[in-house]
């Protein structure tokens, strides 16, 4: 339920120096004063935003905004299929758009109490008007009927920790709003959203299709200690294995992967959970080496076992947390932020993204990448902060949690990117 969630999440705290950086960068956003003056920037931004936008709608000789266009593939771009030319979708920028959110949280019975900001009393609703605009091309504006008609007979599974579970319960809101009858997408063995399970399948009868989640923070496997581990060795990851969900869903019809957070040594050494391969036990391990070796395991475990040319396979990159003056224990905060940092992304690849980019590239096409870190490096504004429990619950830790995100949100604008690039796989590919 939410109180674990949230007490087991908020403990997710990144060893990542990334947010360390951000909160030096921008702690001068927090002054009342300045924050007014940001937003009046910010205003100013909009204003040169709509007047690009016109522009562009312009000499793509006027095609509506956010129509799938001939007009739009003639450029580069991720709905380009007959050029070979390429659009990054993840270089661009956030552009204020009073279409957004693409559904409401009272409308979506599929959301965790704990991402329900504005029902949890967040006094502000401007983090949900940000739409993601790539620079060299547009992508299509998200239809959950036509998704769950590609998904027709098919299966959708997150795989990963509690940001994984933010961004599929987003894709479930996503996907719901297209269907009147919210009865008819229930969890297939009947267990409420709000109880953390180590899984959850949302079946959505109409199409026969399942849109799933399953915990695995490490995606590697976590056990005891084998016999005869050196002492103070409590648990061990094995770096060689694949979490134990692997069988339910090797199968599935998309994969959406993503790892990073627990990778710290409070989730692991501190805890007395060491680095297994094999029979052996490393107590030397560095975290950045077992982190490298279980994606290795992860990309084996796909090129051997998944058969992709059925399966699409994702990998979506550390979501990057804005706890300012502090950690989540100890003071930590980011509820005052209400505007997205519009000084650009400093350019440093982080470790994680740098990591995983190198591994990941050594078979090409197996998984694909989809890095968002630097999108939402700068979404300081979209936490839950504050409003991750009701008002006045005494039985909720207290502090605020600066790394999961309100739905709706910024988890939605990851799932337009997973929309534009399914959309293609499946037109090219099947
Ligand atoms: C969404 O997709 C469905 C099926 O492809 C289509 O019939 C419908 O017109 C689309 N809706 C919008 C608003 O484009
Ligand atoms: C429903 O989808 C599953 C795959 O997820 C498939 O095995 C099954 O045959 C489908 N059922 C029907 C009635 O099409
Ligand atoms: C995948 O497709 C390629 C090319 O069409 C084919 O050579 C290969 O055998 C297929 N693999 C599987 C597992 O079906
Ligand atoms: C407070 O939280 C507990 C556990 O999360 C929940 O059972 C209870 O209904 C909540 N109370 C209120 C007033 O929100």
């Given amino acids: 339920m939410t109180k674990n969630t ?185 267990n409420p959203i709000t109880k953390h399970r180590g899984f959850l399948v949302f079946r959505f009868a109409d199409y026969n299709c399942t849109v799933e989640y399953y915990r695995a923070p490490f995606l590697v496997a976590q056990g005891s200690a084998p016999r005869g581990a050196p002492k103070g060795v409590k648990m061990t990851l094995r770096l060689d294995l694949m979490d134990r969900t692997h069988r339910q869903w090797v199968d599935a019809d998309v ?32 975290i950045a080496t077992a982190f490298v070796k279980s994606i290795e395991t992860l990309l084996n475990f796909v090129r051997g076992q998944v058969n992709t040319n059925k399966t699409q396979v994702y990998f979506r990159t550390y979501s990057p947390e804005h706890f300012r003056g502090g950690v989540w224990s100890n003071g930590g905060h980011c509820h005052h932020i209400k505007l997205p940092d519009f000084s650009s992304y400093p350019g440093k690849t982080e470790a994680h993204v740098e990591v995983l980019s190198h591994v990941l590239s050594k078979h090409p096409g197996v998984i694909e990448m989809m890095n968002v870190t630097p999108m939402t490096y700068t979404r300081q504004d979209g936490h839950t902060s504050l409003y991750h429990f009701g008002r006045g619950n005494e039985t909720e830790p207290a502090g605020e949690d600066c790394s999961h995100w309100c739905l709706p949100g910024v988890p939605d604008s990851w799932n337009e990117l997973l929309y534009a690039r399914f959309l293609q796989r499946y037109d090219t590919v099947l």
């Fill in 255 to 286: 994969l959406v992967f993503n790892s990073g957070h627990w990778w710290s040594h409070d989730k692991t050494t501190n805890r007395g959970c060491y680095f297994q391969e094999g029979m052996e036990v490393s107590l030397e391990m560095d």
């Fill in 6 to 190: 949230t007490q087991q999440d908020m403990n997710t705290i990144s060893r990542l120096d990334l947010s360390k950086k951000l909160k030096q960068s921008n702690s001068n956003l927090l002054e009342p004063f300045l924050a007014f003056l940001a937003f009046t920037l910010a205003s100013c931004l909009l204003v040169a935003c709509f007047v690009y936008i016109n522009y562009q709608t312009l000499i793509f000789h006027g095609f509506p905004w956010f129509k799938l266009s001939s007009a739009a593939s003639s450029t580069v771009g991720v709905l380009d299929h007959e050029s070979g030319d390429m659009c990054d979708v993840y270089d661009g920028r956030w552009v204020w758009d009073d279409n957004y959110p693409l559904y409401q949280s009272s409308d979506c019975p599929f959301i965790d109490s704990g991402f329900r900001c504005l029902q949890n009393g967040r006094p502000d609703s401007f983090y949900t008007k940000w739409r993601w605009q790539p620079k060299a091309c547009n992508l299509p504006r998200f239809n959950g009927t036509k998704m769950l008609e590609k998904l027709r007979n098919r299966r959708i599974a997150f795989v990963g920790d509690s940001i994984g579970r933010n961004q599929w319960e987003s894709m479930l809101c996503m996907l719901s709003s297209a269907i009147p009858n919210k009865d008819s997408v229930y969890e297939v063995n009947g």
